[in-house]
């Protein structure tokens, strides 16, 4: 390092504040710092400006009812169709202007390139052999696609149809897409034969057909072949499958007719994890989730039609569906999609995307910065990147360290840095700094946007004083939100409602959506996220329930019990740490170790792999028999160990904690 370099690292260290670049304020989307107080006075109303920036066949008559809390609704009355609104409303004029540039892992093979009319019109082919196989309005349909053109594609071609599509990461295991394919109903499944992972072809139709064995309704199946033909397995189709070529092709050139869709019919359901062992299948509807992925991604990502933006995300989460897919196209952008990882064939492989192809913003994930972090700043330095204008990071808190690499490494201090707080049921951004407005403040989220309400608030629900941890709270319904969770109204109330709301209130003032989160905020509003207080553990920005990585272990021959929490770990934010007892006749070996990793990459998948298992022969346990799981958090993070005299065996703690490798 010069000694330029040393001082400005040594002053970066010391600030904890940025205001926003000059040259980025002058040309951004929002600017106006009004805009707090203008959507404060006048909510529900202020969300008009979200629904405005999409198409409506049908105006809408009610911007907000909140008769019938926690059911609330948004622009009820209107109608609109979502693939109209990210294709057919862009084409007159910016028909020849690129919708999705996508570049696939192995770097001989050609990108793809989709105008918006190349897009328009494989979606509405795609649309019309859906129609055929017999998808009518409201049916589910599953996909099981990695990050390749035919998923979005499946997506907008299910909206025009009024189909929802509920996507299922193309990581899980077979058993997590039967889990999925039950809950939803769902008979339809769109996937395909493989693809590359760090240079080598993945199969994954094998993966897709060991998890439809356990479908227990009938399916049919689309197969997308993404393979070359030298790469491609060896798969006979069974009778209930066809080939997305034969399927799609035989529409050449149709045109279907975008369903008006009424705003509250469901736009998608995704599933993701919570406190118990089953995946929520978490609703999202037509105009206002999609209203809410255009406004979040006018002004928080500053999202212009001659950009090219590019989040790393996989469109398997919520991140890709609100930002790689319908945020941008809604705007009328270019959005970029890449297959593969940023390490292969070296660690400069996103750089030199953002180079090539002169990407304007990038939003990725914590873990991926502190990896970049790791793998040090010679990479980026090899890459011109000023074509960059905006920074954005979600998925998990980011410590100030890898906020200020980020903003110094990647965007040479000149890009503001939006660290966005939300989740797959906020449907998008809920917390963070409007990047023309804002001062930042690495290693807090911000404020909370502009008309939305969220409180730090104790176990009564008072308010807590700037500076002391609390819960995060929103106090107000916004039009992203989840409606409900698929066919379980109840699980609904249960999970995000009754913690702090009055449930007996027909007043949607006394209801409050609890996130499950642990914040505190300070002086001047800006809110820093601690992290779940449920039994969710964040993986490399991956949201992992331990109740299910529980159960897969449980699952495994040998297997008496099993504790699993999250630990501390430098690059993925949490790891698991999962406890196990035997049962009798069974060692804690070598063998038993690897049946219980197997076992969790068949029940869920290998992101959610134990980082160690411990074998004991009891867990610390309460006296009335809960299992302590603070303290085996603690064991885990090798951290000082408070009272444990209240256990009914405290023994068993010092031999746990002599096995934990730290
Ligand atoms: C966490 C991902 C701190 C949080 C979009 C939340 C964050 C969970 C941030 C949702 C952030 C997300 N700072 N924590 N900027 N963003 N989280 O549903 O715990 O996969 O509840 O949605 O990720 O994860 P999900």
């Known amino acids: 390092m010069s000694d330029a370099d040393t001082e400005l690292e040594a002053r970066l260290e010391e600030q904890d504040s940025f205001e926003p670049p000059e040259s980025f304020v002058e040309q951004a989307n929002v600017s106006n710092p009004d805009i707090y107080e203008e959507f404060e006075e006048n909510w529900p109303e202020c969300w008009e400006a979200a629904a405005d920036m999409l198409d409506w066949e049908t105006e809408y008559d009610q911007t907000f009812d909140g008769s019938n809390p ?31 540039e996508w570049v696939g892992e192995p770097t001989d093979e050609a990108n793809r390139t989709y105008t918006y009319e190349d897009l328009h019109r494989e979606v509405n082919e795609a649309a019309a052999a859906l129609r055929e196989m017999g998808v009518g309005e409201d049916d589910v349909v599953t996909m099981y696609m990695p990050m390749i053109p035919e998923l979005p594609i499946a997506m907008l071609a299910c909206a025009r149809i009024g189909a929802p599509h509920s996507v299922v990461f193309a990581g899980f295991s077979a058993d997590a897409l039967a889990t999925r ?7 339809y499944l769109i996937t395909c034969d493989g693809y590359y992972r760090r240079g080598d072809p993945l199969d994954h139709l094998e993966k897709a057909n060991e998890g439809l064995d356990n479908v227990e309704h009938d399916t049919e199946t689309v197969v997308v072949e993404r393979l070359p033909e030298d790469d491609a397995f060896d798969h006979d189709l069974r009778d209930d499958q066809r080939l997305w070529v034969d399927a799609v092709h035989a529409h050449k050139g149709a045109e279907v007719e975008p369903v008006a869709r009424d705003a509250e019919d469901m736009l998608f359901l995704m599933y993701t994890s919570g406190t118990t062992g089953e995946p929520k299948g978490v609703k999202h509807t037509t105009g206002g989730y999609l209203s809410w992925a255009a406004w979040t991604s006018h002004a928080v990502l500053d999202i212009k039609p001659e950009d090219t933006y590019f989040c790393s995300a996989d469109i398997g989460w919520i991140t890709g569906h609100s930002y790689i897919v319908y945020g941008p196209l809604a705007l009328g952008t270019t959005t970029m999609m890449y297959e593969g990882t940023p390490d292969h064939p070296e660690r400069d492989r996103l750089w030199e995307i953002v180079e090539e192809y002169e990407a304007t913003q990038l939003y990725t994930a914590p873990t991926a910065i502190r990896a970049f972090m790791k793998w040090g700043s010679e990479f980026p ?17 980011i410590n100030p360290r890898a906020w200020k690499w980020y903003y110094k490494h990647i965007g040479n201090e000149e890009c503001p840095v939006v660290d966005t707080w939300w989740q797959t049921e906020t449907g998008g951004m809920m917390v963070t700094t409007l990047p023309g407005v804002k001062e930042m403040k690495p290693g807090s989220a911000g404020p909370a946007l502009p008309g939305i309400d969220a409180e730090i608030v104790d176990t009564t629900g008072e308010q807590v004083e700037p500076g002391r941890a609390g819960y995060l709270t929103i106090q107000k319904p916004w039009p992203g939100m989840l409606r409900t ?3 379980n109204d109840e699980r609904f109330v249960d999970e995000y409602w009754r913690e702090y709301s009055d449930t007996d209130s027909d007043d949607w003032r006394d209801w409050t959506y609890f996130p499950e989160d642990g914040a505190k905020i300070d002086e001047d509003g800006y809110i820093t996220v601690l992290g779940r207080v449920d039994d969710v553990i964040n993986v490399s920005g991956h949201r992992l329930g331990t109740m299910e990585i529980e ?20 690059m993925k934010g949490e790891a698991v740490y999962a406890y196990v007892i035997t049962e009798d006749g069974y060692d804690g070996d070598e063998e038993l170790r690897d049946a219980i990793i197997q076992g969790v990459e068949d029940g869920i998948g290998p992101i959610a792999r134990p980082e160690q298992v411990i074998f004991t022969p009891e867990l610390p346990k309460t006296r009335s028999g809960k299992i302590m799981r603070r303290l085996l958090e603690d064991i885990a993070n090798g951290a000082e160990l408070g009272d444990t005299s209240t256990l009914r065996n405290p023994d068993v703690v010092a031999s746990i904690q002599e096995q934990v490798q730290k």
């Open 181 to 187: 394919m039950n809950a939803a109903d769902s008979e």
């Open 551 to 570: 159960s897969a272990i449980v699952g495994v021959e040998g297997v008496a019990e099993a504790a699993v929490v999250g630990g501390d770990h430098e």
């Open 485 to 487: 969770l698929y066919q």
């Open 381 to 397: 330095d090899q890459h011109d990147l000023s074509s960059l204008r905006l920074l954005g990071t979600v998925g998990e808190p």
């Open 70 to 100: 926690p059911f609330f609704e948004w622009f009820t009355g209107g109608e609109l169709n979502a693939s109209a609104n990210c294709l057919d409303r862009h084409l007159d004029e910016r028909g020849d202007e690129v919708a999705i």
